[in-house]
């Protein structure tokens, strides 16, 4: 996203709009002067507002930077919150909106792109932001409740109308006859979270269910990491025809291309897909297990403090949590943390067993090193059969 521009007037442009604007006008008296020189300081008094000192009716910008699903949720947040700023406030604030794979979009910010906050599809790319740039402080996931994850999501399949291939489960995803369309890990966050949901599958098949996997002792571990990845060796190498870099466009590769047997995708991506284009167009497939993928958001310190932004930019992410934000959230098909606001939106989300990124992998940072950094699982496994673009 290119960012309008604004350059400073030259001296002799200022001069000549001030002599323009006092040309043939009566010279005033010190009286008069002072007057409204006093009446200028008072009326700018009362247009400051509480919130930052900004003035009532000031004009702001931020820059959201975030992921490939987002869009339609954040068109909506975005609308709301600006309503809700500008009732308590007085500004007018409008949200820029950057959105692709999450990987792809923290390596902007690292390199440059002046985002006020991010919201990524996980904490991983935060903290590489963090570690690289230095652009926020070391304790961001602290400044919000849920370790700053204001909506949960899981990984499900998404397949055609009335389900052709039978598909029930991540075992049948390497059969010989499925196709699977996921997007680049290496690009995406939504492709780390199905990377890791597809692992935690195998790990839980093969120690006896989800709750053993924390806790395994070290030598049934090892055996069931083995069979992991054979597992995600099979399924990348064999069965995954392209691999997008983002989330979204996975979706067009498999709804419009119409690549493909089955979509692993976010539950909301699925759900939205389902409700665009009709009940007779796809299938929703809950696998028996999956894990709670929680995206995660942050003010991005160094460009709110150059901007000025802090003050709006922190009430912009906290918004999320209010009831109103919550509810634009769940009507979104992500999975609101409000308790009342998920019991009111409960049937649209199918029950599955979970896991979490620190009971399978002890954090995203551990995850992020074993799996997908340079010459990590991912890149060890991954042969092309599929084609990476």
Avoid: C
Wanted: glycine share 6%.
């Amino acid at each position: 996203m290119r960012l309008k521009s604004w350059t400073r007037p030259s001296r002799a442009a200022e001069r000549e709009r001030t002599s323009r604007s006092t040309l043939g006008e009566p010279r005033r008296t010190r009286r008069e002067l002072l007057s409204h020189t006093l009446a200028v300081a008072l009326l700018a008094s009362a247009a400051l507002s509480p919130y930052g000192g900004a003035k009532a009716a000031e004009r702001v910008s931020l820059l959201n930077v975030s992921y490939d699903p987002t869009r339609e949720l954040f068109r909506d947040f975005n609308e709301k919150f600006a309503a809700h700023w500008r009732e308590k406030t007085g500004q007018i604030v409008t949200v820029q909106m950057s959105h692709a794979g999450s990987g792809s979009q923290a390596r902007s910010v690292i390199e440059g792109l002046p985002a006020d906050v991010v919201t990524l599809a996980l904490s991983g790319d935060i903290d590489a932001i963090q570690a690289k740039s230095h652009r926020l402080a070391p304790d961001w996931q602290s400044r919000l409740p849920h370790g700053s994850a204001p909506y949960t999501s899981t990984i499900v399949f998404l397949v055609r109308h009335g389900n052709p291939k039978n598909i029930r489960d991540w075992d049948d995803l390497v059969r010989p006859d499925v196709q699977v369309v996921t997007p680049n890990p290496k690009t995406s966050g939504g492709a780390r979270w199905n990377f890791l949901a597809a692992w935690g599958y195998v790990l839980a098949r093969e120690l006896g269910g989800v709750d053993r996997i924390a806790n395994a002792p070290a030598p049934d571990l090892g055996k069931a990491e083995g069979a992991a990845r054979a597992y995600v060796h099979e399924l990348f190498s064999k069965h995954v025809p392209v691999l997008d870099p983002g989330a979204r466009g996975a979706t067009n590769t498999f709804i419009q291309r119409r690549i493909g047997d089955v979509l692993l995708a976010w539950e909301n991506e699925a759900l939205l897909a389902r409700e665009e284009m009709g009940a007779n167009a796809f299938d929703i497939v809950v696998p028996s297990v999956s894990i709670l993928a929680e995206p995660t958001v942050a003010v991005v310190d160094t460009v709110v403090d150059r901007k000025g932004t802090r003050a709006v930019a922190e009430a912009y992410l906290k918004y999320l949590y209010t009831p109103a934000g919550q509810d634009v959230i769940a009507r979104h098909y992500y999975r609101p943390r409000d308790p009342s606001v998920l019991q009111r939106y409960a049937s649209q989300y199918p029950e599955v067993k979970l896991f979490t990124i620190d009971d399978a992998f002890k954090g995203w940072s551990k995850a992020q090193a074993q799996f997908f950094d340079d010459g990590g699982v991912f890149d060890q496994i991954y042969a092309p059969g599929a084609k990476r673009r």
